[in-house]
């Protein structure tokens, strides 16, 4: 199963995190070359930022 891009085309704040989808510009240059083990480190990373932010 492909891991799609939680992307939904949001800005980013001066920590260089998208405001949207949560990721640091790392993570959003380097997801095409990313496998899928990275891909799900890089949810992970989302989830630990939005409970740190409150969001759900």
Same mark, same amino acid.
């Given at each position: 199963?492909?891991?799609?891009?939680?992307? *939904? &085309? /949001?800005?980013?704040? +001066?920590?260089?995190?998208?405001?949207?989808?949560?990721?640091?510009?790392?993570?959003?240059?380097?997801?095409?070359?990313? *496998? &899928? /083990?990275?891909?799900? +480190?890089?949810?992970?990373?989302?989830?630990?930022?939005?409970?740190?932010?409150?969001?759900?």
């Amino acid at each position: 199963m492909k891991i799609e891009s939680p992307c *939904n &085309d /949001k800005c980013f704040n +001066e920590d260089n995190h998208c405001t949207g989808c949560h990721r640091h510009i790392d993570d959003i240059i380097n997801w095409a070359n990313m *496998n &899928d /083990k990275e891909k799900r +480190e890089v949810y992970k990373k989302i989830e630990e930022r939005k409970k740190l932010l409150n969001l759900k």
